[in-house]
């Protein structure tokens, strides 16, 4: 297994850009894809990025395609997603989710790792 710990979230204006992080602690990190997924309140959980063991591959959802970007650094231990031009429709908690051994998956159920959460609110 693998810990994760996700840091970067809170309350930006609409427009701004944010970085979210993903720090994993336990087995090998870079033998984990890494996904993040993100639930607004009544909603259910939606995926929003993913990105392979190396790198190589990536996904976005449709709503974040074209201003985010997912990467990783494996010396750190650590995934980002950076996120620009936020507006209201991206306020949720942002969970980092990993798999070990699988691809940049979209479902949910295809991960058996997650973090605790961060609260990332776009409001004026």
């Known amino acids: 297994q693998v810990q994760l710990i996700e840091f970067g979230g809170g309350l930006v204006q609409p427009g701004a850009s944010l970085r979210l992080s993903c720090v994993a602690s336990?087995?090998?990190?870079?033998?984990?894809?890494v996904g993040w997924f993100r639930q607004a309140p009544g909603k259910e959980c939606e995926f929003v990025a993913a990105?392979?063991?190396?790198?190589?591959?990536?996904a976005y959802a449709d709503s974040v395609n074209g201003r985010s970007t997912i990467s990783r650094d494996n010396a750190k231990n650590t995934v980002y997603l950076q996120m620009n031009s936020l507006s209201s429709e991206d306020t949720a908690v942002y969970y980092c989710?990993?798999?070990?051994?699988?691809?940049?998956?979209?479902?949910?159920?295809?991960?058996?790792?997650w973090g605790q959460g961060t609260q990332v609110t776009v409001s004026s």
């Open positions: 990105i392979s063991l190396n790198a190589g591959r990536t």
């Open positions: 989710a990993a798999r070990h051994l699988g691809g940049p998956s979209r479902s949910k159920n295809d991960y058996d790792n």
């Open positions: 336990g087995r090998s990190f870079r033998d984990f894809a």
